[in-house]
């Protein structure tokens, strides 16, 4: 069984930044791709950032481009999500989620509800205050 543990959500002002980490582990397969989705309240789920563990393709939705960056480390199997230039907007519990085995493009993660991950992280909470 996939397990995922995330770490470093928290409170910042607008500006500011955050490192958000996600450890998995009892993958099966090697290729995996990994990432980020987000829910505001009063708001549907919506992909963020991900990325794959064969070829380090990674995807970021347009309203993070140029502020959020994704990276991992495949001996870890941790995945990382720099937010930077924080805004109010980007308030919402961020999951870290899994897909395993036969990995799509990640750009299909990205604009997916997330319906197609194997594993998913409890959440942590970004609060950006202005």
């Known amino acids: 069984e996939v397990q995922l543990v995330e770490s470093g959500g928290g409170s910042v002002q607008a500006g500011g930044s955050l490192r958000l980490s996600c450890a998995a582990s009892?993958?099966?397969?090697?290729?995996?791709?990994m990432g980020w989705y987000r829910q505001a309240p009063g708001k549907e789920r919506e992909g963020v950032a991900f990325?794959?563990?064969?070829?380090?393709?990674?995807y970021l939705a347009d309203a993070v481009k140029g502020r959020f960056s994704i990276s991992n480390d495949n001996a870890k199997k941790t995945v990382y999500l720099q937010m930077n230039s924080l805004r109010p907007e980007d308030t919402a519990v961020y999951y870290c989620?899994?897909?395993?085995?036969?990995?799509?493009?990640?750009?299909?993660?990205?604009?997916?509800?997330?319906?197609?991950?194997?594993?998913w992280g409890k959440g942590t909470l970004v609060t950006v205050v202005s």
């Open positions: 990325i794959s563990s064969s070829d380090g393709s990674a």
């Open positions: 989620a899994a897909d395993s085995g036969f990995v799509l493009p990640v750009e299909f993660y990205g604009q997916s509800s997330g319906s197609n991950m194997d594993a």
């Open positions: 009892g993958f099966t397969f090697d290729d995996y791709a």
